[in-house]
């Protein structure tokens, strides 16, 4: 075995450099706590990865006071509610008059733009490109990661390991299996999504019951629409053309209902999404911390995952600062069971909200989710629900 060639110290090394590995970086340097940062894939990789575009409004006020919100405010589009909708009816819920709270349309890619650009404004040390990373010693004080870096070995030694990497990262695995509980739920339907270049032809997100199955318009600026079909799990995506997925949307989002149309346009993107609720707990090993998709998975409707990995960064940020900066453990310590009361709210609405929206095969569960659907919509405790939900809890909920 050739020996590390290459030993460097820091803080806190965090495993992942999306949303979440990104952000808690910032925040850990506005409080003095240094970090490095190591990535499996390229910059231009993680930057282009295509997400969710929703921001609750805890998610904007954070980004705003962590000096993140200048281009969020500029060309983030700020909604009231949205339409939830089944065939002949379409009801606006507003939820800056529910509950005060409105949400905002911009991309996780723009999120990461930002934040990549702060971090290496501010000279931030990030490993892309890295191999063979693995974890170490996570349950002594002195925690370590180690991995390839342009064929050097490296090893990183720090007070603690975040581990932002995602489902697919090493960091969730790092926690033994006599330890770790496994919450799991697979959907029976997947989501096929499109990007379009077309002015979106509805002012906020549309959220649709049909006995086609669930159907879903959003957006991403005034020019680039996103939409969402529900498909059997397994669907190829070369099964549906492009005439056949504008067909099925127009059909399922009531084009021609009180007028209302769907504008069709070139479509620049298009996959499969499998649908999956996931969490692992603690969220906490020793010196390993999980934030973010590593600890957890959520369906996308209700567009909670990149707000879920956004608060626990807000929580493990000052945990860390007072762990490394003033050897306090207090929040360390309480780090999971804080986080994982959002996350399993998280994932109770997440669970609800889909399985309200999508179609089984069975006639009764229909019955069942359009009355559900009528009383959401119609009375104000259903209408409010579902917008504290959707516009989200406070950080520390
Ligand atoms: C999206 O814009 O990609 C999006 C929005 C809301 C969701 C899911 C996805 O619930």
């Known amino acids: 075995m050739t020996s590390p060639s290459h030993t460097l110290r820091t803080d806190v090394v965090i495993v992942g450099g999306g949303p979440a590995g990104m952000l808690l970086s910032h925040l850990l340097a506005a409080d003095g706590v240094e970090s490095i940062v190591v990535e499996a ?4 990789y993680v930057g282009a990865r295509v997400r969710a575009g929703i921001l ?22 700020e909604h009231r509610g949205i339409y939830l909708q089944w065939p002949d009816e379409r009801h606006h819920l507003d939820f800056v ?14 999120v990461q733009k930002d934040l990549v650009s702060a971090r290496s404004a501010a000279g931030q040390e990030v490993y892309y490109e890295c191999a063979d990373v693995a974890l170490h010693e996570v349950e002594s004080d002195r925690p370590a990661v180690t991995f390839t870096h342009e064929g050097r070995p ?4 720090a007070r603690a390991v975040a581990g932002c990497d995602g489902s697919f990262g090493p960091s969730r695995g790092a926690v033994p299996d006599a330890v770790r509980s496994i919450w799991e739920r697979v959907y029976p339907y997947s989501w096929l999504g499109i990007l379009a270049d077309v002015a979106p032809s509805t002012d906020e997100l549309i959220y649709a019951w049909h006995p ?30 492009d005439d056949r997925i504008w067909d099925a949307l127009a059909t399922r989002l009531g084009h021609g209902q009180d007028g209302w149309r769907l504008e069709p346009g070139p479509i620049t993107e298009k996959s499969v999404l499998p649908m999956r609720s996931y969490v692992q707990t603690p969220m906490r090993h020793g010196s390993l911390f999980l934030a973010g998709d590593s600890a957890h998975i959520v369906p996308p409707t209700g567009a909670k995952g990149l707000n879920l990995a956004i608060a626990d960064v807000a929580l493990l940020a000052p945990a860390l600062a007072d762990l490394v ?10 780090y999971s069971d804080t986080a994982l009361r959002r996350v399993w709210r998280c994932t109770h609405f997440s669970w609800w909200m889909t399985t309200m929206l999508h179609t089984s095969e069975d ?3 229909a019955q069942l989710q ?6 959401v919509a119609s009375s104000e405790a259903g209408r409010t629900g579902l917008a504290e939900n959707y516009a989200g809890l406070p950080i520390g909920f």
């Open 41 to 44: 894939r390229s910059q231009e």
């Open 56 to 77: 609750e409004h805890s998610s904007v006020e954070l980004l705003r006071g962590a000096g993140l919100g200048e281009r969020l405010d500029r060309e983030g589009d």
């Open 97 to 110: 008059d529910l509950t005060g709270r409105s949400v905002w349309v911009y991309g996780q890619t723009e």
């Open 154 to 157: 490296v090893r990183i030694e």
């Open 212 to 241: 086609d199955g669930f159907a879903m318009h959003s957006m991403r600026s005034a020019s680039v629409s996103r939409l969402y079909l529900q498909v059997p799990n397994g669907t190829p995506v070369e099964e549906w053309s």
């Open 325 to 334: 900066r003033r050897d306090d453990r207090m929040l360390a310590e309480a």
């Open 363 to 365: 006639p009764f569960d």
């Open 370 to 375: 359009l009355s559900q659907l009528r009383w």
